[in-house]
């Protein structure tokens, strides 16, 4: 099925809801007359969002369904559309406020959503949504509807699109960086849907929100957007496209620590209980990724990666590509197992450098071949990673691995990863809620993974950036910003294979500028990143990776149904 849907881009007024009641009506009636079929609408859009105290919004609040929603409910029915609204509800029950999207259709009232993870202005008026994440049945197709904050947390689009959802209404006051935002791009690739991004932009309270309003298809290309001002922004939904999140390989038998909530109490506590792998102290460090073509040849790669160890020069930790020893030619895997005397080698190179490496290659071991990496310090090859999710041409040859590893290391926690692991967020969670400082990602994965942005003419606050960027969305920076772990990405690169490296090490704060990363952007070669751990000398960590602050507030009571297929 094919359609017209849009997105209305709003600066609503506070204490004149009557007015942006209005407006948006209007701007509904302008999107409908351009043929959109579903017209999505911001965050708050009917009152505002920057509110001190429940006492200040109380004259603006309303039930569910109430007013507006009957307002918006007879505009469906006069223009044969779903249109979807943002306001500050309250439940008749009981009195609680929330922050709630409605979705209403020629039919009438068809539900809601509640902003489950709440950003830190809710807490001042609203309670945390009881809604759950529901996904809606119309006459377009299903429908699911997010709030802003919402979607910083991986599991919350995850949700709907395990129930189907062909597209992700997403109502924002989204701020602090250039948009359309990295994590409305991730959101949808990853889950292989529609989303329509709304996002309000000007300035209210001293709070520049950043405009941005998008569609963005299900592959994360960004279909059509618009930078500032009030206005309406349309694309094609095309329910044939959306391939959902690759739920046939998922592994939802390996996904239970998804529900525990390891960092409820101070990490610095938890970790240490009983005596049982305590975080490490951590440390300031410099580790690299390195990037390059591996062939079919085991001592032409071996020599590769020793003179790209050579090239990072005085780092601890390398991570090189996903089967760098072994090549990547399904056709002719030459795998080896964990006491091959290549690992003697990379061991000796350790030894003589104080270094660690992180290594891809094809393991044989007891008559099984697996995808494989190697943590190879100068004790020789620590610990061993079997890739767990594997990709179409890994299925040829490999069996996929049954446990999630990670080690501690001088300079902090390290986690593994391969690769395909690292387009199911889950994968990274589950590093995360252990305790990861470090995920290491060995990879040979194809492209497009990034898109540029023109920049932006919002007015952003220093040091906030507002200028072009080639690189404005990678899909693996997300993978740290969301884990609040440094993510270490090396990728093969092989352009003739459609494998373009763009290999790099993001930090664990998406919203630190400037960015605390270092992308390899061409060729064969390998860039390094200064990182810190080591904030553990306060009663309560004071970094980003220490806090994590991205796993503190999320909300596992709602994540049940990650662990179905």
Not at 66 to 90: H, M, Q, R
Not at 132 to 160: K, N, Y
Not at 340 to 358: G, I, N, T
Not at 386 to 414: F, Q
Request: proline share 7%.
């Amino acid at each position: 099925m094919k359609y017209l849907a849009a997105t209305v881009q709003f600066e609503p007024e506070m204490f004149a809801k009557e007015r942006n009641v209005e407006a948006l009506k209007q701007l509904v009636e302008e999107a409908a007359a351009l043929g959109a079929r579903l017209i999505i609408t911001p965050e708050m859009g009917l009152t505002g969002y920057c509110w001190y105290a429940r006492e200040e919004v109380a004259p603006y609040v309303e039930p569910v369904p109430g007013p507006s929603t009957n307002t918006f409910a007879a505009l469906a029915a006069k223009l044969d559309c779903y249109i979807v609204i943002g306001l500050p509800e309250v439940e008749p029950t009981n009195g609680l406020y929330y922050n709630t999207a409605v979705l209403v259709g020629p039919e009438g009232y068809l539900g809601k959503h509640r902003k489950s993870h709440p950003y830190i202005a809710e807490p001042k008026w609203a309670a945390s949504g009881d809604t759950g994440h529901q996904v809606f049945d119309t006459s377009l197709g299903r429908l699911a509807l997010l709030i802003c904050m919402d979607i910083h947390f991986l599991e919350t689009a995850r949700l709907v699109a395990l129930r189907g959802a062909d597209v992700i209404c997403h109502l924002s006051n989204w701020l602090a960086e250039r948009a359309p935002a990295p994590y409305w791009i991730s959101r949808a690739r990853e889950n292989g849907c529609y989303l329509i991004e709304s996002n309000r932009w000007g300035l209210e309270r001293g709070v520049q929100f950043s405009g941005g309003s998008c569609v963005i298809d299900p592959d994360g290309h960004v279909q059509a957007s618009r930078d500032d001002g009030d206005g309406v922004v349309l694309g094609e939904i095309d329910t044939d496209r959306v391939t959902g999140p690759l739920a046939a390989e998922r592994r939802p038998d390996l996904y239970h620590e998804l529900l525990h909530q390891t960092y409820a109490w101070n990490p610095l506590d938890f970790f240490r209980l009983y005596g049982h792998q305590p975080l490490p102290k951590g440390k300031a460090s410099t580790i690299a990724v390195a990037q390059f073509a591996p062939s079919n040849h085991l001592d032409d790669n071996l020599s590769q990666c020793i003179s790209l160890i050579a090239q990072a020069g005085h780092v601890e930790l390398v991570v090189l590509p996903e089967l760098a020893l072994t090549g990547l030619d399904p056709g002719a895997i030459n795998p080896i197992s964990s006491d091959h005397p290549v690992f003697d080698s990379l061991r000796r190179l350790a030894e003589e450098r104080q270094q660690y490496y992180v290594v891809g290659f094809a393991e044989a071991s007891d008559g099984t071949l697996y995808n494989a990496a190697a943590l190879v310090g100068s004790q020789g090859v620590i610990a061993i990673y079997r890739k767990i999710h594997l990709s179409d041409a890994d299925r040829e040859w490999a069996t996929p691995g049954e446990r999630w590893v990670s080690c501690d290391l001088p300079l902090g926690r390290v986690g593994m990863l391969i690769g395909h692991d690292a387009d199911f967020p889950e994968a990274g969670r589950i590093l995360a809620l252990r305790g990861c400082d470090v995920i290491a990602c060995p990879a040979a994965l194809p492209g497009p993974f990034h898109c540029a942005h023109p920049g932006t003419g919002i007015r952003q606050p220093a040091p906030i950036p507002t200028g072009p960027d080639d690189h404005h969305w990678h899909h693996y920076r997300v993978r740290g910003g969301e884990n609040n772990c440094y993510f270490a990405f090396a990728n093969a690169y092989m352009p003739e294979a459609g494998l373009p490296g763009l290999s790099g090490i993001f930090g664990p704060d998406t919203f630190h500028f400037p960015r605390q990363e270092a992308l390899l952007t061409g060729g064969t070669g390998c860039v390094q990143l200064a990182i810190d751990t080591s904030n553990l000398d306060s009663a309560y960590p004071n970094s980003a990776v220490r806090r994590k602050d991205l796993v503190v507030m999320r909300l596992p009571h709602h994540y049940l149904e990650l662990l179905e297929r």
